[in-house]
């Protein structure tokens, strides 16, 4: 792209082990946002949307797979290597409450209420806590001892107030509702209607799912699988799912919230981030960081999208080079 300003990131240090995920809220009262980011060093943390440290939240033995935040971004959920989801205050940094599991949770995610939490992991179980019992017993998805997938849990996502998305190492993603106490139903490639309990269409992958995030602004699902990334209606509304299938195998995918006219990934084969148009073209190739890209993100105004990696570090990118925004002064990047 000769002609253009150079991409300058900005990079967030911190945390002393391979970064594992990240997580933008949606956009505040105040017009900001924040970014909370899950590392092997067992410490998450929380930004600023400009990238400036807040605090971390300390507590896990174990490395945190995933970290989000409430819609108003009040809470955080973690998921651990420790074996455990808690949730935390975000204002004091203090955890609320620790949900014990049988094996490593890697995926966790908060209702667009705040009142349950989603869980999954390595115990191929998915769960649904609910926050005002916090002591009561879990509802699991699925029969009744039997795993919710037959591969690790990737990841867990809600997709409006009654239905939760799981996907798997299985290639196989779920969505699945819950209606009774201790009542609920799976199968594969399933939405379910967490009211009436309906199965409405399912959806499986050639290969293990790698990565699932919801982008809300667009509706879609941004799933990667093998060398497949695939954007798909978040509610089986019958819009067509786009699917592209490229060159190497990303990690993580995150599509612009507003233009929708590309997406970034990340990559376990080297140490770039790539930006695509969404008919697959690489529009650039960004380099900086020192180790493989595990996890990326759009901000939700789509002004900015961070990369996560095996080095340690998150940088943060501008969609628009050269533009003043946050700590980015034109001049800065040759603008």
Known sequence: ?????????????????????????????????????????????????????????????????????????????????????????????????????????????????????????????????????????????????????????????????????????????KYVSRTQKGKTLTFDRRWWDLRTRKLTTTLMFPNPITSMELSPQTKRLVVTSGKTVAFIPALPTGAPTHSLNLPYSPSSASVHPILQDRFVTGNQGDEWVRVHGMDGEEKEVLKGHHGPVHCVEFSPDGEVYASGSEDGTIRFWQTTPGKTYGLWQGHANGG
């Open 1 to 173: 792209m000769s002609g253009h300003p150079k991409a300058v990131p900005l990079v967030a240090p911190g945390h002393t082990r391979p970064v594992t995920h990240l997580s933008f809220s949606p956009i505040q009262e105040d017009g900001t946002y924040l970014l909370v980011s899950s590392c092997k060093d067992g410490n998450p943390m929380l930004r600023e949307w400009t990238g400036d440290w807040i605090g971390t939240f300390l507590g896990h033995k174990g490395a945190v797979w995933s970290t989000k935040l409430s819609p108003d971004a009040s809470r955080a959920a973690t998921g651990s290597a420790d074996f455990t989801a808690k949730i935390w205050d975000t204002y004091s940094g203090e955890p609320l409450h620790s949900f014990p599991h049988n094996h490593i949770v890697r995926t966790v995610a908060i209702s667009p209420t705040s009142s349950h939490l989603l869980t999954g992991g390595q115990e191929k179980k998915v769960r649904i806590f609910d926050l005002a019992r916090p002591d009561a017993e879990a509802d699991f998805l699925g029969e009744p001892g039997a795993p919710s997938h037959e591969g690790t849990v990737k990841s867990v996502v809600w997709v409006g107030d009654h239905t939760g998305v799981s996907a798997g190492e299985d290639g196989i993603i």
